[in-house]
């Protein structure tokens, strides 16, 4: 069965510590797993997915396929990257998303 | 990216009326959209997949009947809650995937309180 387990529901930092938020997926195959935000008042929107490899604001997520994992990772946080953070994942870019929980994640001036 | 909108962004219902929910992609067509619904503090939950000139496609528990989907054009999908009550409160979101970014793009969402 597909699965993305979030373990934190919320996860407190100072700015300018650094920031990793947790991902484990469970699928048999080979998925594509993403990174979407939501910003007080706003839409979901993507942040990244893992086949593109970049770092959007400052943020990186690798995809670990022996741990299963897709941690999404920032060394220096900022009070702007408060927000609600969903990994999901897919079997290709036109099939539903199957999503985590959700962590939310809130950066202490 | 592309845009995709909903309507109305929020509505209250007295229980036992049916309540209709728009998404459009605003600027590319969508032969297939996705219905998920978020309750509060929980993640969003795939509900059904709208394809353009033929039958939704429901997902495991979701009753058809009372969450009639209809996609009619290439560019909007409608979700009518029939019969609505007090436990279909909810927030409902719809995406629309673009082959060109091999991504999706997700509506605002709507925030349907039935009384």
């Known amino acids: 069965a597909q699965r993305v387990t979030q373990p934190e529901k919320l996860l407190s930092v100072f700015k300018g510590a650094p920031v990793e938020l947790k991902c484990n997926y469970s699928?048999?195959?080979?998925?594509?797993l993403f990174w979407y935000v939501q910003y007080s008042r706003q839409r979901l929107q993507l942040l990244l997915r893992?086949?593109s490899r970049e770092s959007i604001k400052g943020f990186t997520a690798d995809l670990n396929k022996g741990e299963t994992s897709f941690h999404l990772k920032k060394p220096f946080a900022q009070e702007e990257d408060s927000a609600m953070y969903y990994c999901?994942?897919?079997?290709?870019?036109?099939?539903?998303?199957?999503f985590g929980k959700g962590t939310r994640l809130s950066v202490i001036a | 990216g592309a845009v995709v909108s909903q309507h109305p962004s929020w509505v209250i219902c007295k229980s036992g009326t049916s309540v209709k929910i728009e998404c459009r992609s605003l600027?590319?067509?969508?032969?297939?959209m996705f219905w998920y619904r978020q309750f509060p503090k929980q993640s969003l939950m795939l509900m059904a997949t709208?394809?353009?000139?033929?039958?939704?496609?429901?997902e495991q528990g979701v009753e058809k009947d009372k969450f009639l989907i209809n996609h009619a054009s290439l560019t909007l999908s409608t979700l009518t809650v029939t019969s609505a009550h007090p436990e279909d409160s909810s927030f409902y979101i719809c995406?629309?995937?673009?082959?060109?970014?091999?991504?999706?793009?997700f509506g605002p969402g709507t925030r349907l309180t039935v009384l």
């Open positions: 995406s629309a995937p673009l082959t060109t970014y091999n991504e999706q793009f």
């Open positions: 699928y048999s195959g080979s998925p594509e």
């Open positions: 893992h086949i």
């Open positions: 999901a994942l897919t079997s290709s870019g036109n099939t539903p998303l199957v």
């Open positions: 600027d590319f067509q969508a032969t297939t």
């Open positions: 709208s394809n353009e000139g033929s039958k939704a496609t429901y």
